[in-house]
C-alpha cells in the first residue's frame, strides 16, 4: 500500500472525527461512522488483493462470516503494520486461510464414562 493512499484514509478518518465533534444525531453519527469504516476496509482490500483474491474473500463471507471477518481484520493488520507489498493473489490468501484454520481447530475430547453409561434405569439386582 502506498504512503499517499495511507495518508488521503488517514485525511478522511480525521475530517469524519471533527464533523462528529461538531455536531450531529448519535443514531445518524454512529451509522455514517459505519458506512465509512466500512468503505475505507472496502478500498484497502481492493488495493490489497487481486480480483480473484478478493472474490474467494467474499465467496468465504458468504459461507462463514465469523472466518472472513477474522481474515479481513488480519489483512488490514497485515496492511498497517507495512507485512504486505503489493497485491496478494489468491493462492497467497489461500495460505493466509490455512493458517486461520489452524488456530481456529479446537482439540475436541470426549470422556466417556463406562460406570454410568453401563447403569440402566432397567437393569435390576
Do not use: C, W
Request: charged share 35%; proline share 1%; aromatic share 2%.
Amino acid at each position: 500500500m502506498e504512503d499517499a493512499d495511507l495518508e488521503e484514509i488517514r485525511a478522511k478518518r480525521l475530517a469524519q472525527l471533527q464533523s462528529e465533534y461538531r455536531g450531529g444525531s448519535d443514531a445518524g453519527r454512529a451509522e455514517e461512522r459505519k458506512r465509512e469504516q466500512d468503505e475505507m476496509k472496502n478500498t484497502i482490500l481492493t488495493q490489497l488483493l487481486t480480483q480473484s483474491a478478493r472474490a474467494r474473500l467474499n465467496t468465504l463471507m458468504i459461507g462463514k462470516p465469523e472466518k472472513g471477518r477474522m481474515v479481513e481484520n488480519m489483512l488490514l493488520q497485515m496492511a498497517h503494520t507495512g507485512q504486505v507489498m503489493g497485491k496478494l493473489d489468491e493462492s497467497e490468501l489461500i495460505n493466509i486461510l490455512e493458517k486461520v484454520n489452524e488456530q481456529m481447530q479446537h482439540n475436541t475430547t470426549v470422556k466417556f464414562d463406562r460406570r454410568r453409561a453401563a447403569l440402566d434405569s432397567d437393569d435390576e439386582y
